[in-house]
């Protein structure tokens, strides 16, 4: 349980952080906005690889930095 808390809170840290909007990175990351919702309000507790690799390009940070 911890660790999906851990992505949640990290790309929703990191994404305020650079002044983006949930549907601005959604957008950006070609995530749908629903999913971007779901996954910083822990909906999505267990986002593939693929999701993860793309919100992190969009963030311009590597996945580690958003699954640690």
Same mark, same amino acid.
């Given at each position: 349980? !911890? /660790?999906?808390?851990?992505?949640?809170?990290?790309?929703?840290?990191?994404?305020q952080a650079k002044g983006l909007s949930q549907d601005r990175?959604?957008?950006? !990351?070609?995530?749908?906005?629903?999913? #971007? #919702?779901?996954?910083?309000?822990?909906?999505?507790?267990?986002?593939?690889?693929?999701?993860? /690799?793309?919100? !992190?390009? !969009?963030?311009?940070?590597?996945?580690?930095?958003?699954?640690?």
């Amino acid at each position: 349980m !911890a /660790q999906e808390n851990i992505i949640s809170k990290n790309i929703k840290k990191l994404r305020q952080a650079k002044g983006l909007s949930q549907d601005r990175l959604s957008k950006l !990351a070609d995530v749908s906005y629903n999913s #971007i #919702i779901k996954l910083e309000t822990g909906g999505i507790t267990n986002p593939t690889i693929e999701t993860l /690799q793309k919100i !992190a390009k !969009a963030l311009d940070v590597s996945v580690d930095d958003l699954i640690k």
